[in-house]
């Protein structure tokens, strides 16, 4: 187990590296003039100049993509365009908000998902069980930003219950929760379905296995075999596929808080796009993809100590 | 032994005409969600003529009102009909979708066939290219590619292939690794024929179906893609009428008027339902998996 | 035959038999009476008649074996037997009486508690029998606890699944007690599905081909322990195998079944010696014997049939050797004749059978 841990924060860190590297090059896999790419067709003199000089564009590529490797290793992202602020500390103010939203719009997806799979499960065929699955492919094919949209529609305009714009102050917890809600249940929304079909396949899977039949056959109680020792197997690869899904989550916050004028990482690296900031953008990206294989790698490691079939290897017969 | 035994596991070329049809049929949710993408197809094909206005005739004495007699759906901001942009939509969400889906297939299959094939050190140095795009998630490389790229409708194609290559590379890859071991495969090298011929002719037509299961699957995705692309401003530009850009000119007036953001929403919707509902009950056909109680007694 | 069978070490050998514990209990006082039991499996096309007519007892103590192929319905009632069935099985006709009562008549939660307490079950395959997210030990004390065995002292119910652990033969039970099941082998895992049988003290234990995944020196043990059930507790054991050799040397009595009938049965002696049902002859003629080394394996020609293209009358008569034609027609009844029973036209005056009554089929 030990071994496999060190595998895989060495692969996380190839590819952090690889991508890395990526960005650095990406300007310049694209044919055509690094500044005009950046700046679009029509850009001026003057920051041309800021340009070439805050990307090195004079240098060779390799120095250029060299030190822009050196420079992320150490927390250094450049400086934006515009301002000329540090794109690290951009990026730090915007971070919690971004981190906040994913995890409780997880955290709501789980909470709501999670039982409606269950109870599913152990009313096979019936019309709650039928329903559930109309639910769940529904929320399935919502497409967030779509599930945002109509959320701010109903909620914020029609009904004004809650927020549409901004998230809160961070100082009064309570505000920003409720400039948490409509966000965070955008995101979940898709995922509910997802999670709970996971969790009813994979408890209906469990119970029809010989385990599941022996624990009725030496007459354990069906609440038990329920929510003890069904639910237990179910989670694990409920957890896995949560994780290879976590890259998603996080895209999808970014369409959230631009729907809901959040800030956070999202909103930062597109309004760079359209403002043609390109470190931000490079830096945000990067970031974001830090966080994604950081997430999918706990994921991972928490899914295979969850197994005991895994975390204890198994001894020879 | 008893019971006859459902088979699963069926491959395109044996696929008996009346055979499928049974198994739609008992497969309410997929008819219905081909029956949806029919009516989607044949709405996009037929845009021109079905709509009852040109996309960018504009009207400004009518704009943002709701659905009336002349405009069933209502208007834009800029009083364009909205039933006529939808329509028109439908063309630009499924003529970038699927040729860019197809697109991804077509390059996905090929990496995968020379890695799974040839293996060695080109195989492993794919799977690492592979597994490093995966961990983007796609709508940030999309971003990425934009960055620089510039945003249009062709260059949200290409970010969709991009973006979708590494999934079709990677399942490729596994298939033909499968396929590879299999006794036909060395019967033919055994008759002389060539690797390129064998991968070609032989095993390319055996790893279709769940490929294109994947492709039926990934369609809503990339439309969503697209209209989100083209909903933060990146993809598609206005004029153009991808539903993206209905939507974001419409959440700009949402206060005004909910129409466009309504419409266009549940056509999104929609349309994701049909294609996904139809990917499944085409995964079900071809690999059916037993998903109530299993039974433990075989009869 | 049977002294064949005798030589090659897989008789019915007396001295093994150890007498019943009581045995002045009365005859007729049957743990299990099964009768004219029928299962039918509903799927999406079909209806599929998996057992019919299925009638035999088990007394307490007793040890009766469950003799067929695979797909004679052997797995189909051990499963009716312990109210397990999947949810397009269902018992249409007959009945099972368990000390007693008709199963039929319990409710749910009476099945539960009956359900390991008093009749319990150990099944083929021992590596997927055990929860693999649970340790050994929490599944023996739920087990316990699930029939208020030590009323709620964990501890205690511990203690005692650590002292059963090592009865049926797990070197230190107080350690391995905290492991998971995969880090047991097979045979090991055999062996706590049968602890966790025996913690239980159940009347009747039905043994759903218990060795039929091991190799020959477990299975000795198995069976060993089987046998030490029933003399130590008076347990009964139902034995279901298609393995003859084994049923010989472990049964007192044994069934025959072929597509979903029973198709004889008798103490083991006498229907390993005299066998009575065509295909209790041709099943026992197919067991290799050293006594006839060099000869070809004798097999029965044909094959089974499948449940959804039974044959009309007799199941048997396409592959008998003495098959006539009135056994097309009518299903032979399960008779009794001379302490046992069989369903054969052959033994059946009434049946039109040529020649029908009491015979003695040749020896082989």
Same mark, same amino acid.
């Given at each position: 187990?030990g071994?496999?841990?060190?595998?895989?924060l060495?692969?996380?860190?190839?590819?952090?590296?690889?991508?890395?590297?990526?960005?650095?090059?990406?300007?310049?896999l694209?044919p055509?003039?690094?500044?005009?790419?950046?700046?679009?067709?029509?850009?001026?003199e003057?920051?041309s100049?800021?340009v070439?000089a805050?990307?090195?564009?004079?240098e060779?590529v390799?120095v250029?993509?060299?030190?822009f490797v050196?420079g992320?290793?150490?927390?250094d992202?450049g400086?934006?365009?515009?301002s000329?602020l540090p794109?690290t500390?951009?990026?730090q103010?915007?971070?919690p908000?971004?981190?906040?939203?994913?995890?409780s719009?997880?955290?709501?997806a789980?909470?709501?998902?999670v039982?409606?799979?269950?109870?599913?499960a152990?009313r096979?065929?019936?019309?709650?069980?039928?329903?559930?699955?109309?639910?769940s492919?529904?929320l399935?094919?919502?497409p967030p930003?779509?599930?945002g949209?109509?959320?701010l529609?109903l909620?914020?305009?029609?009904?004004?219950l809650?927020?549409a714009?901004g998230?809160?102050?961070?100082?009064?917890?309570l505000d920003?929760l409720?400039?948490?809600v409509l966000?965070s249940?955008?995101?979940?929304?898709?995922?509910?379905?997802?999670?709970?079909?996971?969790?009813?396949?994979s408890?209906l899977?469990?119970?029809?296995?010989?385990?599941?039949?022996t624990?009725?056959?030496?007459?354990?109680?069906?609440?038990?075999?329920f929510?003890?020792?069904a639910?237990?197997?179910?989670?694990i690869?409920t957890?896995?596929?949560?994780g290879?899904g976590?890259?998603?989550?996080?895209?999808?916050a970014?369409f959230?808080?631009?729907?809901?004028?959040?800030p956070?990482?999202?909103?930062l690296?597109?309004?760079?796009?359209?403002?043609?900031?390109y470190?931000?953008v490079?830096?945000?990206i990067?970031?974001?993809?830090?966080?994604?294989?950081?997430?999918?790698?706990?994921?991972?490691?928490?899914?295979?100590l969850?197994?005991?079939?895994?975390?204890?290897?198994?001894?020879?017969? | 032994?008893?019971?006859v035994?459902?088979?699963g596991?069926?491959?395109?070329?044996?696929?008996?005409?009346?055979?499928?049809f049974?198994?739609?049929?008992?497969?309410p949710?997929?008819f219905?969600?081909?029956l949806?993408?029919?009516?989607?197809l044949?709405i996009?094909?037929s845009?021109?003529?079905?709509?009852p206005y040109?996309?960018?005739?504009?009207?400004?004495?009518?704009?943002l009102?709701?659905p009336?007699s002349?405009?069933?759906l209502?208007?834009?901001?800029?009083?364009?009909d909205?039933?006529?942009?939808?329509i028109?939509?439908?063309?630009?969400?499924?003529?970038v979708?699927i040729?860019?889906?197809?697109?991804?297939?077509?390059?996905g299959l090929v990496?995968?066939m020379?890695?799974?094939?040839?293996g060695?050190?080109v195989?492993y140095?794919?799977?690492?290219?592979i597994?490093?795009m995966?961990s983007?998630?796609?709508?940030?490389?999309?971003?990425a590619?934009?960055?620089?790229l510039?945003p249009s409708?062709?260059?949200?194609?290409?970010?969709?292939?991009?973006?979708?290559?590494p999934a079709?590379?990677?399942?490729?890859r596994?298939?033909?690794?499968?396929e590879?071991?299999?006794?036909?495969?060395?019967?033919?090298r055994?008759?002389?024929?060539?690797?390129?011929?064998?991968?070609?002719?032989?095993?390319?037509?055996n790893?279709l179906?769940p490929?294109?299961?994947l492709v039926?699957?990934?369609?809503?995705?990339?439309?969503?893609?697209?209209?989100?692309l083209?909903?933060?401003?990146?993809?598609?530009?206005?004029?153009?009428?991808?539903?993206?850009v209905?939507?974001?000119d419409?959440?700009?007036?949402?206060?005004?008027?909910?129409?466009?953001?309504?419409?266009?929403?549940?056509?999104?919707?929609?349309?994701?339902?049909?294609f996904?509902l139809l990917?499944e009950?085409?995964?079900?056909?071809v690999?059916?998996?037993?998903s109530?109680?299993?039974?433990w007694q075989r009869? | 035959?049977?002294?064949?069978?005798?030589?090659?070490?897989?008789?019915?050998?007396?001295?093994?038999k150890?007498?019943?514990p009581?045995?002045?209990?009365?005859e007729?006082?049957?743990l299990?009476?099964?009768?004219?039991?029928d299962?039918?499996?509903?799927?999406?096309?079909? !209806?599929l /008649?998996?057992?019919?007519?299925?009638?035999?007892?088990?007394? +307490?103590?007793?040890i009766?074996?469950?003799v067929?192929e &695979?797909?004679?319905?052997?797995?189909?009632?051990?499963?009716a037997l312990?109210?397990?069935?999947?949810?397009?099985?269902?018992?249409?006709?007959?009945?099972?009486?368990?000390q007693?009562?008709?199963?039929?008549?319990l409710?749910p939660?009476?099945?539960?508690q009956?359900?390991g307490r008093e009749?319990?079950?150990i099944?083929?395959?021992?590596?997927t029998?055990?929860?693999?997210?649970f340790t050994?030990?929490?599944?023996?004390?739920?087990?316990?606890a699930?029939?208020?065995q030590g009323h709620r002292?964990r501890?205690l119910?511990?203690?005692?699944a650590?002292?059963?652990?090592?009865?049926?033969?797990i070197p230190?039970a107080?350690?391995r007690i905290?492991?998971?099941?995969?880090?047991?082998?097979g045979?090991? !895992?055999? /062996?706590?599905?049968i602890?966790?049988?025996?913690i239980l003290e +159940?009347?009747?234990l039905?043994a759903?081909?218990p060795t &039929?995944?091991?190799d020959?020196t477990l299975?000795?043990?198995?069976?060993e322990?089987l046998r030490?059930?029933?003399?130590?507790k008076?347990?009964?054991?139902l034995?279901?195998?298609?393995?003859?050799g084994?049923?010989?040397?472990?049964c007192?009595?044994?069934?025959?079944m072929?597509?979903?009938?029973?198709?004889?049965?008798?103490?083991?002696e006498s229907?390993?010696e005299?066998?009575l049902?065509?295909y209790?002859k041709?099943l026992?003629?197919?067991v290799?014997?050293?006594e006839?080394?060099?000869?070809?394996?004798?097999?029965?020609?044909?094959?089974v049939p499948?449940?959804?293209?039974?044959p009309?009358g007799?199941?048997f008569?396409?592959r008998?050797?003495?098959?006539?034609?009135v056994?097309?027609?009518?299903?032979? /009844?399960?008779?009794?004749?001379?302490?046992?029973?069989v369903?054969?036209?052959?033994y059946?005056?009434?049946?039109?059978y040529?020649?029908?009554?009491?015979?003695q089929l040749?020896n082989?």
């Amino acid at each position: 187990m030990g071994k496999y841990i060190l595998k895989r924060l060495g692969l996380a860190g190839v590819v952090i590296v690889l991508t890395m590297f990526l960005l650095g090059l990406l300007v310049h896999l694209v044919p055509g003039d690094p500044v005009k790419i950046i700046l679009g067709p029509r850009a001026s003199e003057s920051l041309s100049r800021v340009v070439r000089a805050e990307m090195q564009l004079d240098e060779p590529v390799l120095v250029q993509v060299w030190s822009f490797v050196r420079g992320a290793a150490t927390g250094d992202l450049g400086r934006d365009f515009v301002s000329q602020l540090p794109v690290t500390s951009l990026i730090q103010q915007a971070f919690p908000h971004t981190v906040l939203l994913a995890v409780s719009g997880l955290g709501l997806a789980t909470l709501f998902g999670v039982p409606l799979g269950v109870y599913a499960a152990t009313r096979p065929n019936s019309w709650i069980d039928r329903l559930t699955a109309i639910l769940s492919v529904s929320l399935i094919t919502v497409p967030p930003f779509v599930a945002g949209v109509f959320l701010l529609l109903l909620f914020a305009v029609e009904l004004s219950l809650l927020p549409a714009i901004g998230a809160g102050e961070l100082g009064n917890t309570l505000d920003y929760l409720k400039h948490l809600v409509l966000p965070s249940t955008a995101l979940a929304v898709t995922w509910m379905g997802y999670i709970a079909r996971l969790v009813r396949t994979s408890m209906l899977e469990i119970l029809g296995a010989n385990y599941s039949r022996t624990a009725f056959a030496f007459g354990l109680p069906r609440r038990q075999i329920f929510y003890k020792y069904a639910l237990k197997n179910a989670i694990i690869p409920t957890i896995a596929v949560l994780g290879v899904g976590l890259g998603t989550l996080i895209a999808n916050a970014v369409f959230v808080e631009i729907i809901f004028s959040r800030p956070g990482l999202g909103a930062l690296i597109v309004d760079s796009i359209s403002t043609r900031n390109y470190p931000i953008v490079r830096g945000g990206i990067l970031v974001v993809v830090v966080i994604v294989v950081a997430a999918n790698l706990v994921a991972d490691l928490s899914y295979r100590l969850l197994d005991p079939r895994i975390r204890f290897e198994a001894e020879g017969s | 032994m008893g019971v006859v035994v459902q088979g699963g596991g069926r491959r395109i070329g044996h696929f008996a005409g009346r055979r499928l049809f049974r198994d739609m049929a008992t497969h309410p949710t997929g008819f219905f969600g081909l029956l949806i993408v029919v009516v989607l197809l044949a709405i996009a094909i037929s845009a021109p003529l079905l709509a009852p206005y040109d996309d960018a005739t504009q009207d400004i004495a009518r704009r943002l009102e709701g659905p009336s007699s002349s405009h069933p759906l209502g208007t834009d901001d800029l009083g364009r009909d909205l039933l006529s942009r939808i329509i028109i939509g439908s063309r630009v969400a499924l003529g970038v979708a699927i040729p860019a889906v197809l697109g991804a297939l077509l390059v996905g299959l090929v990496l995968g066939m020379v890695g799974g094939y040839l293996g060695g050190r080109v195989d492993y140095v794919l799977l690492v290219l592979i597994d490093t795009m995966l961990s983007f998630p796609a709508v940030i490389l999309a971003l990425a590619l934009l960055a620089v790229l510039g945003p249009s409708l062709r260059n949200v194609m290409l970010v969709i292939v991009v973006s979708f290559v590494p999934a079709y590379a990677r399942v490729a890859r596994a298939l033909v690794l499968a396929e590879k071991g299999k006794p036909y495969v060395e019967a033919e090298r055994s008759l002389g024929a060539r690797d390129w011929r064998i991968a070609t002719i032989h095993i390319m037509p055996n790893i279709l179906a769940p490929l294109l299961i994947l492709v039926a699957m990934d369609i809503p995705s990339a439309i969503a893609v697209e209209a989100g692309l083209s909903f933060l401003g990146l993809g598609v530009q206005p004029p153009t009428p991808s539903w993206g850009v209905i939507l974001a000119d419409g959440f700009e007036r949402v206060r005004d008027t909910p129409w466009p953001v309504l419409w266009t929403g549940l056509a999104l919707m929609t349309t994701t339902l049909g294609f996904t509902l139809l990917g499944e009950m085409l995964r079900d056909i071809v690999d059916p998996r037993v998903s109530e109680w299993r039974r433990w007694q075989r009869p | 035959m049977a002294a064949a069978m005798k030589r090659s070490g897989r008789a019915p050998d007396a001295s093994s038999k150890i007498p019943l514990p009581h045995p002045d209990q009365k005859e007729c006082e049957s743990l299990l009476v099964v009768q004219g039991l029928d299962v039918v499996y509903r799927t999406r096309e079909l !209806r599929l /008649r998996a057992l019919h007519d299925v009638s035999f007892d088990v007394r +307490p103590g007793q040890i009766v074996g469950v003799v067929g192929e &695979s797909g004679c319905g052997k797995s189909t009632l051990s499963a009716a037997l312990m109210r397990l069935l999947p949810p397009n099985g269902e018992i249409t006709s007959g009945s099972i009486r368990f000390q007693g009562r008709d199963l039929s008549t319990l409710t749910p939660e009476q099945i539960r508690q009956m359900r390991g307490r008093e009749m319990a079950m150990i099944f083929q395959d021992p590596l997927t029998s055990l929860n693999p997210t649970f340790t050994v030990g929490t599944q023996l004390i739920d087990v316990q606890a699930a029939h208020r065995q030590g009323h709620r002292d964990r501890a205690l119910l511990r203690d005692r699944a650590v002292k059963m652990l090592t009865h049926v033969g797990i070197p230190d039970a107080v350690e391995r007690i905290n492991d998971y099941p995969h880090q047991f082998s097979g045979g090991m !895992r055999q /062996r706590i599905m049968i602890a966790m049988t025996l913690i239980l003290e +159940p009347q009747l234990l039905i043994a759903d081909e218990p060795t &039929s995944a091991l190799d020959v020196t477990l299975e000795a043990q198995v069976l060993e322990l089987l046998r030490r059930l029933r003399a130590d507790k008076g347990t009964a054991i139902l034995f279901i195998s298609h393995d003859l050799g084994v049923v010989a040397q472990l049964c007192d009595r044994v069934v025959v079944m072929y597509a979903g009938r029973a198709v004889e049965d008798g103490d083991v002696e006498s229907l390993f010696e005299r066998p009575l049902h065509p295909y209790t002859k041709a099943l026992l003629e197919t067991v290799p014997s050293r006594e006839r080394r060099g000869e070809r394996l004798a097999t029965i020609p044909g094959r089974v049939p499948s449940l959804s293209a039974l044959p009309s009358g007799c199941k048997f008569a396409p592959r008998c050797s003495f098959v006539q034609e009135v056994n097309r027609g009518k299903e032979p /009844r399960y008779l009794e004749v001379d302490g046992r029973h069989v369903r054969c036209n052959m033994y059946d005056p009434a049946s039109g059978y040529q020649g029908a009554g009491i015979q003695q089929l040749e020896n082989g």
